[in-house]
């Protein structure tokens, strides 16, 4: 088996951004403690960035909701953070505002309890799906109450109250192992995956025997499924691959042109700062 190799690929900038670059300002990949960066600039999201100074409001509440999730989602591309994660983190925040029917700088730890209740007792959610939902909200909260971004000030200013933390350590499942599926599912065996595959194979032999349409999907299917084990591949990068992707592995010259396989759409690696992108 190859070695897997992990490959950034280029997204389009996002127009929030390209407008914001566009107007003179630059992109930081470091949170400070002041409202602009070194350079007298702006920071990606923040809130002099998304609402102008002195001018009426006439929604505020729903309209600087908006201007917060659009800064932090410019926040999180200065980051270089995959398109995906940044659209997945935004559904799960507003999932939680309609849920508590309340603004950001109405939220509390009892209201976050509660909908953390909600998806594990009456929804039957996975401890998986509730981390994910926990780490959105964590790092929306962490985002507004950062002084660099200047959301404190603006939600002091019109509305009296400001947006506090209600993700702590107090109320977060606790990631202790890698691996959170049940304990009911496990790995197949080699006797279930070659049954599996040969399964697979089957219906390739079938469908063609009979004259009939569709013995090249079967083909596709079960040389989709093999690779997949073989290279320990998730969804999303098997479904991202193409032919190019493969070659030839010095130390392994029995698999030819197919001995290693580069990965461009596969996740990003854990950094000081974030730097990886992903499709």
Not at 104 to 131: C, K, M, Y
Not at 142 to 151: E, H, I, K, N
Not at 198 to 215: L, T
Request: aromatic letters at 10%; glycine letters at 8%; charged letters at 25%.
């Amino acid at each position: 088996m190859g070695p897997l190799w992990l490959v950034g690929r280029v997204r389009p900038i996002d127009l929030h951004v390209l407008s914001w670059v566009a107007s003179g300002a630059s992109i930081s990949h470091q949170t400070r403690s002041t409202e602009r960066d070194e350079m007298g600039t702006d920071l990606p999201g923040s809130a002099r960035l998304q609402l102008a100074a002195g001018v009426p409001l006439l929604q505020p509440e729903e309209q600087v909701f908006e201007a917060m999730l659009t800064g932090w989602r410019n926040q999180q591309l200065a980051r270089n953070l995959a398109f995906s994660t940044i659209e997945g983190r935004e559904k799960r925040v507003r999932a939680f505002a309609r849920h508590c029917e309340a603004f950001p700088w109405e939220w509390s730890h009892q209201l976050a309890d509660e909908w953390f209740t909600d998806i594990r007792a009456v929804r039957g959610n996975a401890r998986s799906t509730l981390r994910s939902y926990q780490e959105a909200l964590r790092s929306f909260c962490t985002y507004l109450v950062d002084p660099a971004y200047g959301w404190v000030d603006q939600c002091q200013t019109r509305f009296g109250t400001q947006p506090v933390h209600v993700v702590t350590e107090v109320n977060t499942a606790v990631h202790v192992q890698e691996y959170e599926g049940e304990p009911t599912k496990r790995a197949f065996t080699i006797d279930e995956l070659e049954a599996f595959f040969d399964h697979a194979d089957q219906q390739v032999s079938r469908i063609r025997g009979r004259g009939r349409k569709g013995w090249l999907p079967a083909f596709r299917d079960a040389t989709l499924f093999k690779v997949a084990y073989a290279f320990g591949l998730r969804r999303n990068e098997t479904r991202m691959l193409d032919v190019a992707d493969f070659g030839a592995n010095p130390q392994g010259p029995e698999g030819g042109e197919y001995g290693v396989l580069d990965v461009r759409c596969g996740k990003p690696r854990r950094a000081h700062r974030p730097s990886a992108a992903a499709c």
